[in-house]
C-alpha cells in the first residue's frame, strides 16, 4: 500500500489516505501565529482580482487571506481537481499570468514559485527549477505532469511555468516519507502539478476570465531571473483562517479514505465545458433528451468517456473518448475528469456537412477524423482540412475558398 499525506499544518495535523502503488504529500504548510492554521500559494490569473490555489489549501477555512490585499471573497472549489479560485477586490488590476495552450513537452525546462516552509524559511517567495520529467502523474492519470522542480509544504497552488512565463501548471504534491515507510525505497525529487487545460476548463466552467499564450517559433527563453521579474508580481501568499472543520490528526491505515487531490470515488466523475464540443468519437445520439439525462446516461455507461449536448436540439452525442474541444456556443461538453489532463483545445472553427472548394496540397488515405485534425494542426502551411468519413480521407488545403453544404464530410478551418 501507499499513502498520501495532505500537510493541513506543517506542525501539527496530517491527513493519510491509502491510494494504490504510489504516494505524494500534499504541499500546504502552515504558519503558528494568531489564527492561521496553515498557508499555500496562489497566482492571479486575470486582471479582475482572481486567484487561483489547491482545493487542499483553502478548503475548511473559516476565511482566507493574502497578506497586505486583503480577505478573499467568491470561492469556487473543484476537490476532483484539487482547484480553487477566490476574489481579492484589492488585487484588480495585479499583474496576471496566461495559461499555457499548446502541449507541454517532455523534458521542457520549467520554475516554479511558491511560499515553502513558512514560519521556518523567510518571508519571500521562492523559486525552484528543474523539468518535466513525465506527462502523466501517478497510476497513468493525465491531469497531470510529474516535474523535478524541487517543492516543500507552502509550495502548493503555486504556478509551474515554462520559460516565457505561461503556465503549465500548478504545485500540488510530491512522493514523500510515507512512501519510503512502506516501500523502502526513497523515492529523490518526485512532484506533480496539475497540467494547465484541467486548470483551463475548471475555470471556464466557472465564467472566470483568464489569458492564454504560446511561445512563438521566434522568442527566446527568458533567463530564470528574468523569468522571475515577470512572474513573481503575479504570485501571492494564501492563508488559512481557523481550523478546517473535517480535518482529523490521524486516519487509520486499514480504513481507506478518498484524498481530495487524487480521488478513487465509487462513481464517475465528469468535467464541464460550457460552449464546447467534444469532436469526434461517437457511438450513440439520443435525441430530445435534456441535458440532466444526457449526463445520466453516460453515467450509467461505462463505454462513455465524454458527451456533448446540444441545447438547441435537444440531442446528447455520447462518446467513447475525448482527445479535441472546439468553440460551439450551442454546446456544452463532459469529460471524464481523469482524461481532461490529456485534451487538446482546438483553434480551428470545425463544421460538420460542409466542404471547401480547392487548396488541395496534400491527401491522406486510411486516416480518421483526429489524425486529420492534427496533421493540420502541426502543418504551417495548412489552412484548413476536409476529412470525408465513408472513405476515411483527409484533405489538407493551404487556402480559404467558398464553404458548401456536403453530406458526410467535416471541415476545419484555422
Not at 499513502?3 to 494504490?20: E, N, P, Q, Y
Not at 514523500?176 to 494547465?196: E, M, P
Not at 444526457?294 to 446540444?310: I, M, P, R, V, W
Not at 458548401?404 to 484555422?414: A, E, I, N, R
Request: with cysteine; hydrophobic share 40%.
Amino acid at each position: 500500500m501507499a499513502w498520501v499525506m495532505k500537510f493541513a499544518s506543517w506542525a501539527a495535523r496530517s491527513v493519510i489516505t491509502i491510494l494504490g502503488v504510489l504516494a505524494a504529500t500534499m504541499l500546504a504548510a502552515g504558519a503558528a501565529p494568531s489564527d492561521v492554521s496553515s498557508s499555500g500559494t496562489g497566482f492571479f490569473v486575470n486582471a479582475q482580482g482572481w486567484i487561483v490555489t489547491n482545493a487542499h489549501v483553502v478548503e475548511g477555512c473559516t476565511s482566507i487571506s493574502v497578506p497586505r490585499l486583503g480577505t478573499g471573497t467568491d470561492l469556487a472549489i473543484d476537490k476532483q481537481n484539487d482547484l480553487a479560485a477566490f476574489k481579492l477586490y484589492d488585487g484588480a488590476g495585479k499583474p496576471h499570468l496566461p495559461l499555457r495552450r499548446s502541449q507541454p513537452r517532455l523534458g521542457e525546462d520549467i520554475a516554479a514559485y511558491g511560499f515553502p516552509l513558512n514560519g521556518l524559511l523567510s518571508d519571500s517567495i521562492k523559486v525552484t527549477t528543474g523539468n518535466i520529467n513525465s506527462l502523466v502523474g501517478m497510476d497513468n492519470d493525465t491531469r497531470y505532469l510529474q516535474v523535478s522542480t524541487p517543492l516543500q509544504p507552502g509550495n502548493s497552488g503555486g504556478p509551474v511555468v515554462d520559460q516565457w512565463g505561461s503556465i503549465v501548471g500548478v504545485s500540488t504534491a510530491v512522493l514523500g516519507s510515507k512512501f519510503t515507510d512502506a516501500t523502502g525505497i526513497a523515492a529523490q525529487n518526485v512532484n506533480f502539478a496539475i497540467r494547465s487545460n484541467v486548470v483551463e476548463l475548471f475555470l471556464q466552467s466557472r465564467n472566470i476570465q483568464f489569458d492564454t499564450a504560446d511561445p512563438a517559433h521566434d522568442d527566446k527563453p527568458l533567463s530564470t531571473a528574468d523569468l522571475s521579474d515577470k512572474a513573481v508580481p503575479a504570485v501571492v501568499q494564501v492563508l488559512c483562517h481557523g481550523a478546517p472543520a473535517t480535518v482529523a490528526d490521524t486516519e487509520t491505515p486499514t480504513k481507506p479514505t478518498m484524498s481530495s487531490t487524487m480521488p478513487r470515488p465509487s462513481f464517475r466523475s465528469f468535467t464541464p465545458a460550457n460552449s464546447y464540443d467534444v469532436m469526434g468519437f461517437d457511438y450513440a445520439t439520443l435525441k430530445n433528451v435534456s441535458e440532466v439525462e444526457c449526463e445520466n446516461a453516460c453515467q450509467g455507461d461505462l463505454s462513455c468517456k465524454a458527451t456533448t449536448y446540444n441545447r438547441k436540439a435537444h440531442f446528447c452525442f455520447l462518446k467513447s473518448d475525448a482527445k479535441i474541444l472546439v468553440r460551439n456556443v450551442d454546446a456544452v461538453a463532459s469529460v471524464q475528469s481523469n482524461l481532461t489532463g490529456s485534451l487538446i483545445f482546438s483553434t480551428f472553427v470545425i463544421r460538420s456537412g460542409r466542404d471547401m472548394a480547392g487548396g488541395d496540397y496534400s491527401r491522406i488515405r486510411n486516416t480518421n477524423f483526429i489524425a486529420c485534425y492534427a496533421a493540420c494542426e502541426v502543418d504551417y502551411q495548412c489552412r484548413a482540412f476536409a476529412y470525408v468519413r465513408k472513405k476515411n480521407e483527409c484533405w489538407l488545403k493551404n487556402q480559404i475558398g467558398y464553404v458548401s453544404t456536403k453530406s458526410g464530410v467535416d471541415l476545419g478551418l484555422k
